[in-house]
T-cell receptor, first 114, second 113 residues
């Protein structure tokens, strides 16, 4: 158990819909990272938040957004969903702002878009 | 975007055999991390490397940060059935944005008892 929690574990929805994925980092970790894992693309970094502020952006679509709240939990919002958005979404956390510090991954949310 | 070349893509080995996998990049990396992912789970950190030439062990696992800072390898000695899973290398490129870890596509390891 990494100490990072994610809900829900599974999510099935239809194209065009909007969903919210939730992540709670390890106790004491200020950085939260979101990743998308699909079969053909591997693990792709989406976005990082540190202590409530956006710090780095990766391959995140404009239809996707995230935020980190004062209690440090984070939410990833996916809207206007397409079939291709079906994937595993992982949240990771680390102590500092920098990925020099190891990132600890949650168990993931499996999103299926029908 | 930038990617790491991880090889081999998959390995089928007999229990007790040693395993070696590696990652290469066209650019210099400041950090190399090795993760293992079991089916339905998130990646779990195995070893972290921070200096060129660094050689670090974690039980039967040994990883090295290449001298050129463009590669890393992971060795598993005397493999056992629970070593089955997908192994990912990851790193932070020099000059890359903080927090942006780049991942290899993984090496899928199968172990025959």
């Amino acid at each position: 158990d990494s100490g990072v929690t994610q809900t829900p574990k599974h999510l099935i929805t239809a194209t065009g819909q909007r969903v919210t994925l939730r992540c709670s980092p390890r106790s004491g970790d200020l950085s939260v990272y979101w990743y998308q894992q699909s079969l053909d693309q591997g693990l792709q970094f989406l976005i990082q938040y540190y202590n409530g502020e956006e710090r780095a952006k990766g391959n995140i679509l404009e239809r996707f957004s995230a935020q980190q709240f004062p209690d440090l939990h984070s939410e990833l919002n996916l809207s206007s969903l397409e079939l291709g958005d079906s994937a595993l979404y992982f949240c990771a956390s680390s102590v500092t702002i920098n990925s020099y510090n190891e990132q600890f991954f949650g168990p993931g949310t499996r999103l299926t878009v029908l | 975007g930038q990617q790491l070349n991880q090889s081999p893509q998959s390995m089928f080995i007999q229990e007790g055999e040693d395993v070696s996998m590696n990652c290469t990049s066209s650019s210099i990396f400041n950090t190399w991390l090795w993760y293992k992912q079991d089916p339905g789970e998130g990646p779990v950190l195995l070893i972290a490397l921070y200096k060129a030439g660094e050689l670090t062990s974690n039980g039967r696992l040994t990883a090295q940060f290449g001298i050129t800072r463009k590669d890393s390898f992971l060795n598993i000695s005397a493999s056992i059935p629970s070593d089955v899973g997908i192994y990912f290398c990851a790193g932070q490129a020099q000059g890359g944005s903080q927090g942006n870890l780049i991942f290899g596509k993984g090496t899928k390891l199968s172990v025959k008892p």
